[in-house]
Protein backbone atom coordinates (compact mmCIF):
# COMPACT_ATOMS: atom_id res chain seq x y z
CA UNK A 1 0.00 0.00 0.00
CA UNK A 2 0.98 3.31 -1.04
CA UNK A 3 3.02 4.14 2.63
CA UNK A 4 1.23 7.97 3.08
CA UNK A 5 -2.16 6.05 2.73
CA UNK A 6 -1.43 3.28 4.95
CA UNK A 7 -0.40 5.80 7.30
CA UNK A 8 -3.50 7.47 7.35
CA UNK A 9 -5.61 4.44 7.60
CA UNK A 10 -4.10 2.76 10.41
CA UNK A 11 -2.88 5.17 12.74
CA UNK A 12 -4.51 4.47 15.73
CA UNK A 13 -4.48 6.50 18.78
CA UNK A 14 -2.13 4.56 21.51
CA UNK A 15 -3.36 4.50 24.84
CA UNK A 16 -0.44 2.43 26.68
CA UNK A 17 3.39 2.66 26.45
CA UNK A 18 6.19 0.51 26.89
CA UNK A 19 9.47 1.97 29.17
CA UNK A 20 11.41 2.05 25.92
CA UNK A 21 13.12 5.05 25.51
CA UNK A 22 12.70 7.23 21.88
CA UNK A 23 15.62 8.50 20.41
CA UNK A 24 16.44 11.80 19.73
CA UNK A 25 16.75 11.31 15.61
CA UNK A 26 13.21 10.04 15.96
CA UNK A 27 12.05 12.90 18.22
CA UNK A 28 13.52 15.27 16.05
CA UNK A 29 11.90 13.36 12.55
CA UNK A 30 8.96 13.57 14.40
CA UNK A 31 8.85 17.14 15.17
CA UNK A 32 10.45 18.18 11.89
CA UNK A 33 7.16 17.12 10.56
CA UNK A 34 5.22 19.11 12.34
CA UNK A 35 6.97 22.54 11.43
CA UNK A 36 6.35 21.24 8.01
CA UNK A 37 2.60 21.29 8.15
CA UNK A 38 0.58 23.65 5.79
CA UNK A 39 0.14 27.07 7.70
CA UNK A 40 -1.98 29.96 6.87
CA UNK A 41 -0.13 33.30 5.62
CA UNK A 42 2.96 31.24 6.25
CA UNK A 43 2.38 32.23 9.86
CA UNK A 44 3.99 29.13 11.53
CA UNK A 45 2.41 30.20 14.83
CA UNK A 46 3.44 27.51 16.76
CA UNK A 47 6.02 26.44 19.38
CA UNK A 48 6.90 22.12 20.75
CA UNK A 49 7.85 21.71 24.08
CA UNK A 50 9.45 18.31 24.62
CA UNK A 51 9.58 16.40 27.87
CA UNK A 52 11.13 13.30 28.14
CA UNK A 53 11.95 13.73 32.14
CA UNK A 54 10.28 10.85 33.72
CA UNK A 55 9.18 13.26 36.79
CA UNK A 56 8.37 16.35 34.83
CA UNK A 57 6.03 14.22 32.86
CA UNK A 58 4.35 12.81 36.06
CA UNK A 59 3.99 15.93 37.59
CA UNK A 60 2.42 17.83 34.43
CA UNK A 61 -0.16 14.68 34.53
CA UNK A 62 -1.20 14.82 38.21
CA UNK A 63 -1.89 18.60 37.77
CA UNK A 64 -3.61 17.80 34.98
CA UNK A 65 -5.72 15.64 36.64
CA UNK A 66 -6.25 17.66 39.53
CA UNK A 67 -7.56 20.76 37.34
CA UNK A 68 -9.74 18.13 35.80
CA UNK A 69 -11.21 16.64 39.11
CA UNK A 70 -11.77 20.47 39.76
CA UNK A 71 -13.65 21.36 36.55
CA UNK A 72 -17.34 20.93 37.75
CA UNK A 73 -18.06 18.68 34.54
CA UNK A 74 -18.88 15.15 36.05
CA UNK A 75 -17.66 12.99 33.45
CA UNK A 76 -14.42 14.85 33.57
CA UNK A 77 -14.60 14.87 37.16
CA UNK A 78 -15.08 11.12 37.21
CA UNK A 79 -12.21 10.88 34.96
CA UNK A 80 -9.75 13.11 36.70
CA UNK A 81 -10.40 11.13 39.84
CA UNK A 82 -9.97 7.88 38.98
CA UNK A 83 -6.93 6.09 40.48
CA UNK A 84 -5.85 4.33 37.41
CA UNK A 85 -6.51 7.17 34.92
CA UNK A 86 -3.12 8.57 33.34
CA UNK A 87 -3.72 11.63 31.07
CA UNK A 88 -0.26 10.63 28.81
CA UNK A 89 -0.58 6.94 30.05
CA UNK A 90 3.07 6.64 30.62
CA UNK A 91 4.34 8.00 27.62
CA UNK A 92 7.95 7.98 27.71
CA UNK A 93 7.82 11.44 25.48
CA UNK A 94 4.95 14.17 25.75
CA UNK A 95 5.21 17.07 23.13
CA UNK A 96 3.55 20.17 24.11
CA UNK A 97 2.11 22.47 21.26
CA UNK A 98 1.88 26.05 21.96
CA UNK A 99 0.31 28.35 19.75
CA UNK A 100 0.77 31.75 18.86
CA UNK A 101 -1.21 34.85 20.83
CA UNK A 102 -0.94 37.02 17.98
CA UNK A 103 0.60 35.93 14.86
CA UNK A 104 4.02 37.57 14.71
CA UNK A 105 3.89 37.89 10.62
CA UNK A 106 0.55 38.99 9.97
CA UNK A 107 -0.72 40.32 13.24
CA UNK A 108 -4.04 38.75 13.34
CA UNK A 109 -5.34 36.07 15.21
CA UNK A 110 -6.96 33.84 12.96
CA UNK A 111 -5.04 30.39 12.52
CA UNK A 112 -2.39 29.09 15.54
CA UNK A 113 -5.30 26.38 16.49
CA UNK A 114 -5.82 25.39 12.71
CA UNK A 115 -2.45 25.47 12.02
CA UNK A 116 -1.32 23.72 15.30
CA UNK A 117 -3.76 20.84 14.86
CA UNK A 118 -2.07 20.23 11.44
CA UNK A 119 1.24 20.17 12.64
CA UNK A 120 0.07 17.68 15.60
CA UNK A 121 -1.82 15.41 12.61
CA UNK A 122 1.56 15.72 10.44
CA UNK A 123 3.36 14.17 13.98
CA UNK A 124 1.08 11.79 14.42
CA UNK A 125 1.51 10.01 10.61
CA UNK A 126 5.42 10.53 10.54
CA UNK A 127 5.57 8.87 14.46
CA UNK A 128 3.32 6.24 12.79
CA UNK A 129 5.73 5.85 9.85
CA UNK A 130 8.43 5.08 12.16
CA UNK A 131 6.98 2.65 14.53
CA UNK A 132 6.24 4.59 17.39
CA UNK A 133 2.70 5.28 18.94
CA UNK A 134 0.82 9.21 19.67
CA UNK A 135 -1.99 10.35 21.32
CA UNK A 136 -3.68 13.76 20.96
CA UNK A 137 -4.21 15.39 24.31
CA UNK A 138 -6.79 17.77 24.84
CA UNK A 139 -8.01 16.96 28.22
CA UNK A 140 -5.00 19.41 29.01
CA UNK A 141 -7.49 22.32 28.46
CA UNK A 142 -8.20 22.48 32.23
CA UNK A 143 -5.23 22.73 33.44
CA UNK A 144 -4.23 25.39 30.54
CA UNK A 145 -6.83 27.90 31.76
CA UNK A 146 -4.87 28.64 35.43
CA UNK A 147 -1.14 27.41 34.48
CA UNK A 148 1.07 28.47 30.67
CA UNK A 149 2.44 24.72 31.19
CA UNK A 150 6.25 25.91 30.10
CA UNK A 151 4.54 27.86 27.08
CA UNK A 152 6.94 30.61 25.88
CA UNK A 153 6.19 34.44 26.14
CA UNK A 154 3.15 35.36 23.70
CA UNK A 155 2.01 31.14 23.20
CA UNK A 156 -0.45 30.05 24.74
CA UNK A 157 -0.48 25.86 25.57
CA UNK A 158 -3.05 24.27 23.20
CA UNK A 159 -2.50 20.53 23.09
CA UNK A 160 -0.32 17.40 24.08
CA UNK A 161 0.84 14.95 22.13
CA UNK A 162 1.94 11.65 23.52
CA UNK A 163 4.88 9.40 21.87
CA UNK A 164 6.53 6.17 22.40
CA UNK A 165 6.20 2.92 21.49
CA UNK A 166 3.07 1.17 21.93
CA UNK A 167 2.35 -1.63 24.58
CA UNK A 168 0.42 -4.09 21.93
CA UNK A 169 -3.34 -4.70 21.43
CA UNK A 170 -4.08 -3.42 24.59
CA UNK A 171 -3.08 0.43 24.05
CA UNK A 172 -5.85 0.87 21.50
CA UNK A 173 -9.72 1.28 22.17
CA UNK A 174 -11.82 -0.34 19.50
CA UNK A 175 -13.50 2.15 16.96
CA UNK A 176 -16.21 2.95 14.67
CA UNK A 177 -16.43 5.51 11.50
CA UNK A 178 -19.97 6.89 10.72
CA UNK A 179 -20.90 6.50 7.17
CA UNK A 180 -23.39 9.28 5.98
CA UNK A 181 -20.97 11.98 6.11
CA UNK A 182 -20.44 12.37 2.24
CA UNK A 183 -22.66 14.63 0.39
CA UNK A 184 -21.36 14.64 -3.71
CA UNK A 185 -22.74 17.85 -5.37
C1 LIG B 1 -8.68 17.62 19.35
C2 LIG B 1 -8.48 16.24 19.91
C3 LIG B 1 -8.36 16.07 21.28
C4 LIG B 1 -8.17 14.78 21.81
N1 LIG B 1 -7.99 14.66 23.17
C5 LIG B 1 -7.78 13.43 23.70
C6 LIG B 1 -7.49 13.28 25.10
O1 LIG B 1 -7.40 14.24 25.85
N2 LIG B 1 -7.31 12.03 25.56
C7 LIG B 1 -7.36 10.93 24.75
O2 LIG B 1 -7.17 9.82 25.27
N3 LIG B 1 -7.60 11.04 23.42
C8 LIG B 1 -7.78 12.26 22.88
N4 LIG B 1 -7.96 12.39 21.52
C9 LIG B 1 -7.93 11.21 20.67
C10 LIG B 1 -9.31 10.79 20.20
O3 LIG B 1 -10.04 10.28 21.29
C11 LIG B 1 -9.15 9.75 19.06
O4 LIG B 1 -8.49 10.34 17.97
C12 LIG B 1 -10.49 9.18 18.61
O5 LIG B 1 -11.08 8.40 19.63
C13 LIG B 1 -10.34 8.32 17.34
O6 LIG B 1 -9.48 7.22 17.59
P1 LIG B 1 -8.12 6.99 16.77
O7 LIG B 1 -7.25 8.21 16.98
O8 LIG B 1 -7.52 5.74 17.37
O9 LIG B 1 -8.46 6.81 15.33
C14 LIG B 1 -8.13 13.65 20.97
C15 LIG B 1 -8.24 13.83 19.58
C16 LIG B 1 -8.39 15.11 19.06
C17 LIG B 1 -8.47 15.29 17.56
Known sequence: ?????????????????????????????????????PT????????????TDRKT???????????????GIERIVAMGTNPKYRLFFGAPVVIMIYGEKVLRKTGTHLSALADCSAAIQNMQLAAYSLGLGTCW???????FASDSCFAPEGFDPLYAMTLGYSAGAEALRPRSRMEDVITWF
Open 1 to 37: MNPIIDAIMNRRSIRKYTDQPVSREDIETVLKAGIYA
Open 40 to 51: GGDAEPWHFGVL
Open 137 to 143: IGLMRYL
Open 57 to 71: IDDLDERGRKAMSQS
